[in-house]
DNA sequence: GTAATTTTTGAAAAAGTTTTGAAAACTATC
DNA sequence: GATAGTTTTCAAAACTTTTTCAAAAATTAC
């Protein structure tokens, strides 16, 4: 069944949703506010998000323009009432349908029906994202993205592919010799403190993550995430 | 189902109106002005048109008086509050319907499908259209059609495919040899150089949305929305 | 504490990649 | 088969990245 993320700061109004999801054979998850609701997509996908407009944090207008960067999953909007410049806003950013607050689950579970169908053809082909997060930090190895505190991190090519070979062996001794052969290729036969180097590179651009980047005297390197 | 025609100059208007009527399944044509809604009008039939009264090059009222010479096609007119009130309230244009901004774009499709109804609806075949779009820029695939604030943009065939494959993989960082093999067919087998001369032809039709496209150093490009 | 070893760093040289413009080759269409 | 439009080729220019190397700093061993 189709799985569903309702994102509203009110406890209240997430129990309602759940319940009425829940019933209809939907599997839901939850996030309190806008940020939240980022860090969530990006780990996972939904075929359905219910977003209210006012939240703490970040509001749903900003979550949903942020979401909208990295993921085509539908979006309902929930406003309050009478507030048409919300309804029109929550649309040109790309959301799918809005109800106004307040509204009859049964209502909304009607509008999740029918856009969960209009969209539900093109799910299947859609490609899955392979997204790392850590705190501050994401990597999106499909979109070849690194994000810190929502700041796209631009890197070179070898920072690249040092960094997600490191990310995607994370807690792991890396060795200088598996690292360069890895990484650059068995034949290669340049100098010893290019790896160094590199290290140095990408922990100038990874600023306060460069924490997770340690040394291992005398063996290599490590990533690591506390 | 039902085509449209949305005239405005301003497209933040035409790309709300366009959500909402590719929401109710109408296909959307958009122009900036009179004159193009004029010449769009000769060449092709709609079944309704949304046009706005103030806009540069021709007026609203005037252009509906042209289209009315050569079509019969049901126009729905918006205008500014209090705006030349008389001359809509009056129908002497022919116009069908007036609506007042700012306008509750539910109450505008309201009055779309009301009109529709009474006129006898649509005269075309039904048609499923795939449109993406982001701020002023819109890619019909189903059409092959590319507009940049409802200005037609011709592309050359091998623009289109490139550009039509990058922007269903949108977000994707695509490699050199995946964009060629997936554009030119894997047994391509023509100079290195080739994709970089269409990137180059490509941006150069896609004006400021160029920014779109991001070359992603000793890898390839992304096509990527923000 | 001192010497030996290893890592970090900065800067410059070398290598590599992308962009661009222009011309040549190709492809429909009349 | 001439023409107009499109695609491909190619090489120079613009730009970026990688590598090298030696000095400085840090760590370890004795």
């Known amino acids: 069944m189709s799985r569903?993320?309702?994102?509203?700061?009110?406890?209240?109004?997430r129990q309602i949703i759940r319940k009425y999801a829940e019933f209809e054979g939907y599997t839901v998850e939850e996030a309190v506010d806008g940020m939240q609701a980022i860090e969530i997509c990006r780990k996972e996908e939904f075929d359905l998000i219910i977003m209210d407009v006012m939240m703490p944090e970040l509001d749903g207008f900003s979550a949903c323009r942020e979401i909208r960067k990295f993921r085509t999953t539908p979006i309902i909007m929930l406003s309050a009432r009478g507030e048409e410049y919300d309804k029109i806003h929550g649309f040109e950013l790309g959301s799918?349908?809005?109800v106004v607050k307040p509204f009859s689950p049964k209502e909304l579970m009607m509008r999740v029906a029918a856009v969960i169908k209009?969209?539900?053809?093109e799910q299947g082909e859609q490609v899955k994202k392979d997204v790392f997060t850590y705190e501050g930090l994401s990597v999106d190895f499909s979109a070849r993205i690194v994000t810190i505190d929502g700041k796209r991190i631009e890197m070179t090519p070898k920072e690249y592919?040092?960094?997600f070979y490191m990310v995607k062996n994370k807690g792991l001794a890396l060795t200088r010799e598996k690292l360069?052969?890895?990484v650059w290729g068995y034949d290669f036969f340049g100098d010893e403190r290019t790896l160094d180097t590199h290290i140095k590179l990408l922990r100038k651009?990874?600023?306060?993550?460069s924490k997770c980047i340690v040394t291992l005297r005398g063996v290599g390197y490590r990533?690591?995430?506390n």
């Not at 209009?118 to 053809?121: K, L, M």
């Open 4 to 13: 569903l993320l309702v994102v509203d700061d009110e406890f209240r109004i």
């Open 205 to 209: 651009s990874l600023g306060e993550y």
């Open 161 to 163: 592919e040092l960094f």
């Open 223 to 225: 990533f690591e995430t």
């Open 96 to 98: 799918d349908d809005y």
């Open 118 to 121: 209009r969209t539900g053809g």
């Open 180 to 182: 360069i052969s890895e």
